[in-house]
């Protein structure tokens, strides 16, 4: 092989690389702008919060609002999660109403979903009737109609 051929070769797999590199940074900042755009609001966090407890703590969920306050507050394994998601130990407290100051109804010891359908209505919030939105145990939120949010929260209380 001769030295061009080789020299050829060693600059093609020091672009692939360099490219590699790009890229990998590139798709890592544009997954973690989507998991901070899917955790703007308080009631997005909150409902983030609660589904990490499931992951790491408990399937059943928190018992009650200073359980999950706690696991926020005492557990180390989550740093890189609240950051992802852009949520400081220190403002949790905040999440428990929504960007008005009007409380944030959180129904607790909801099981995780056992399947991709069985996600269960955790956390409400409306400020009006136009924006009705619900948090699910599988950490996603919706906003809902008036009808549809009276519907999932009956089913909350009734499993409750």
Same mark, same amino acid.
């Given at each position: $092989?001769?030295?061009?051929?080789?020299?050829?070769?060693?600059?093609?797999?020091?672009?692939?690389?360099?490219?590699?590199?790009?890229?990998?940074?590139?798709?890592? *900042?544009?997954?973690?702008?989507?998991? @901070?755009? @899917?955790?703007? !609001? &308080?009631?997005?966090?909150? !409902?983030?919060?609660?589904? $990490?407890?499931? =992951?790491?703590?408990?399937?059943?969920?928190?018992?009650?609002? *200073? #359980?999950?306050?706690?696991?926020?507050?005492?557990?180390?394994?989550? +740093?890189?999660?609240?950051? @992802?998601? =852009?949520?400081? @130990? /220190? #403002?949790?407290? &905040?999440?428990?109403?929504? +960007?008005?100051?009007?409380?944030? !109804?959180?129904?607790? =010891?909801?099981?995780?979903?056992?399947?991709?359908?069985?996600?269960?209505?955790?956390?409400?919030?409306?400020?009006?009737? +136009?924006?009705?939105?619900?948090?699910?145990? *599988?950490?996603?939120?919706? /906003?809902?109609?008036?009808?549809?949010?009276?519907?999932?929260?009956?089913?909350?209380?009734?499993?409750?």
């Amino acid at each position: $092989m001769s030295h061009l051929t080789r020299g050829v070769q060693l600059i093609t797999v020091a672009v692939a690389i360099v490219l590699l590199v790009g890229c990998t940074k590139s798709t890592r *900042d544009s997954a973690l702008d989507g998991i @901070r755009e @899917r955790n703007r !609001t &308080n009631l997005q966090k909150l !409902t983030t919060s609660y589904s $990490m407890y499931h =992951g790491f703590v408990s399937s059943g969920g928190p018992k009650s609002a *200073d #359980d999950l306050k706690k696991f926020i507050a005492d557990n180390p394994g989550i +740093e890189v999660h609240l950051q @992802r998601i =852009g949520l400081k @130990r /220190e #403002d949790f407290e &905040n999440c428990f109403a929504d +960007e008005d100051g009007k409380p944030i !109804t959180v129904f607790y =010891g909801v099981r995780e979903p056992a399947g991709p359908k069985a996600a269960q209505p955790i956390i409400f919030s409306g400020s009006s009737v +136009e924006t009705l939105y619900v948090g699910f145990s *599988d950490a996603s939120v919706r /906003e809902v109609s008036l009808e549809e949010y009276e519907e999932l929260l009956a089913l909350a209380k009734k499993k409750k």
